[in-house]
């Protein structure tokens, strides 16, 4: 069982930066590859960015360039740097772990608004 905590969500002007956190407790999780995502009223939940055990990174296109996510094992933590940010950004974002080939453990999820 794995407990997953975000934080860092608010309120950003257009062009500013949020930086999120997800801690993680109950396990390690410096073994399983890590995901954010994210959820706008009346949307489907998309993938934002995915990081692997070993470091690698993927992002979905509209957030390319923008959006960096990273790891720390010392601190069980996984981190989303958000830049450049836009309107269309604003979406409760929540970390997940995958387990055995799903995502299968959730956070409650962090609210990030931005302003235009």
């Known amino acids: 069982q794995v407990q997953l905590v975000e934080s860092g969500g608010g309120l950003v002007q257009a062009g500013g930066s949020l930086r999120l956190s997800c801690a993680a407790s109950?396990?390690?999780?410096?073994?399983?590859?890590m995901g954010w995502f994210r959820q706008a009223p009346g949307k489907q939940r998309e993938l934002v960015a995915a990081?692997?055990?070993?470091?690698?990174?993927n992002y979905a296109g509209s957030v390319k360039g923008r959006f960096t996510i990273s790891r720390d094992s010392a601190k069980n933590t996984v981190f989303l740097q958000m830049d450049s940010l836009k309107p269309e950004d604003t979406a409760v974002y929540y970390c997940?772990?995958?387990?055995?080939?799903?995502?299968?453990?959730w956070g409650q999820g962090t609210q990030v608004t931005v302003s235009s």
């Open positions: 990081i692997s055990s070993g470091g690698g990174t």
């Open positions: 109950g396990r390690t999780i410096s073994g399983n590859t």
């Open positions: 997940a772990a995958r387990i055995v080939g799903s995502y299968k453990y």
